[in-house]
């Protein structure tokens, strides 16, 4: 890209550096600046001349309006009447062009808003009529009259229905319930489980100590040789 950049300025000449082509091209410079000059000139000229022009057919279709107008046998006060609408007319459309793009602006930010709230609500109407039936909870008519409740009785709570999450399958229900009635039966002070685990350590004591390990008897050195012999014998 560098390279490409510098194209430009690494190109030679096309003349040979001489004073006669630097004048020559002094002089074809500013006789293009001339030209461009007075082509801007033209434009402007041109473009004030296409002003003008619309002005004054703007005002000789005023004059035709009016003529036919008078023709027709309108008075006076019908004439003024219908000048007033026609400019009004304009000004109003004038005016509204101007102001078209705020008011299509504005109205779409008011739809688009009174969208958002109408969805909203319509979201909200039915999650508070599912929290209303889902929390409504009257706890006087369980409890009955409050005012006489005994402060030393505990509360009862009634059984429900565990979530999926606790529930277990067919094949666990036995280890579980053997598990819940060792729990029930250590927390009423059943002593029997505990009797048995003790003797049964007792027990494994008793074996452990009756159990006498046989001490292997230490060869002496003749022996030693003796079953050396005998094993490279059995390896031929």
């Given at each position: ?22 004048e ?36 000789l ?123 029930i ?52």
């Amino acid at each position: 890209m560098e390279q490409m950049h510098s194209l430009e300025s690494s190109l030679p000449p096309e003349q040979p550096p001489t004073k006669q082509a630097i004048e020559s091209l002094n002089l074809e410079l500013s006789q293009e600046f001339k030209l461009a000059a007075n082509a801007v000139t033209r434009l402007y000229r041109v473009a004030n001349e296409k002003n003008s022009l619309t002005k004054h057919q703007g005002y000789l279709t005023c004059l035709d309006d009016i003529l036919c107008a008078l023709d027709s046998n309108v008075t006076a006060d019908e004439l003024r009447a219908w000048c007033y609408k026609r400019r009004n007319d304009i000004l109003s459309n004038s005016q509204d062009k101007s102001l078209n793009p705020v008011k299509e602006r504005e109205r779409k930010l008011n739809k688009f808003s009174e969208n958002q709230h109408r969805e909203n609500e319509a979201h909200k109407e039915p999650f508070e009529k599912d929290s209303a039936v889902k929390y409504n909870f009257s706890f006087n008519e369980s409890n009955g009259d409050l005012s006489n409740i005994n402060e030393n009785i505990a509360p009862k709570f009634r059984l429900s229905m565990p979530p999926l999450s606790v529930e277990h399958p067919p094949r666990n229900a036995s280890r579980i319930k053997s598990w819940k009635a060792r729990t029930i039966n250590h927390g009423r002070g059943d002593t029997r489980n505990l009797n048995d685990i003790t003797g049964l350590g007792h027990e494994r004591e008793r074996d452990r100590e009756n159990t006498h390990y046989e001490k292997k008897p230490k060869l002496d050195s003749d022996s030693e040789v003796d079953i050396r012999s005998f094993r490279q014998d059995m390896d031929l």
